[in-house]
């Protein structure tokens, strides 16, 4: 069983995506219902985000959440071949008049 990665590899593949997305932390933290401190916190390795914030960043992030999770070790690009899937397209907020 392959250990988990220390908190400061999750929050380092936390901030390296919400930058790639242009996010701030702030808004990052109002998308997945958390505050810019907690964000904050996940990014500087102080606290792993909690099992309710998990799939919510791996949907905002535009991730899979077995990449937020992964042994430091592994290639991010080879991630999708570990696990069998394609890299997931960035989240975007539906236009609520496009749905209407």
């Known amino acids: 069983m392959a250990a988990t990665p220390r908190p400061a590899v999750i929050g380092t593949r936390i901030r390296k995506r919400r930058k790639a997305l242009g996010l701030n932390q702030?808004?990052?933290g109002r998308?997945?219902?958390a505050g810019q401190n907690t964000v904050s916190g996940w990014e500087t390795g102080l606290y792993l985000p909690a099992p309710a914030h998990r799939a919510?960043?791996?949907i905002v992030l535009g991730v899979d959440s077995g990449y937020l999770y992964a042994p430091a070790d592994l290639d991010p690009a080879a991630l999708g071949a570990v696990l069998g899937?394609?890299?997931p397209a960035p989240y975007r907020p539906?236009?609520?008049a496009a749905v209407a």
Do not use: F
């Open 26 to 28: 702030t808004e990052l």
């Open 31 to 33: 998308r997945v219902g």
């Open 56 to 58: 919510a960043l791996a």
């Open 85 to 87: 899937i394609d890299p």
């Open 94 to 96: 539906r236009d609520k």
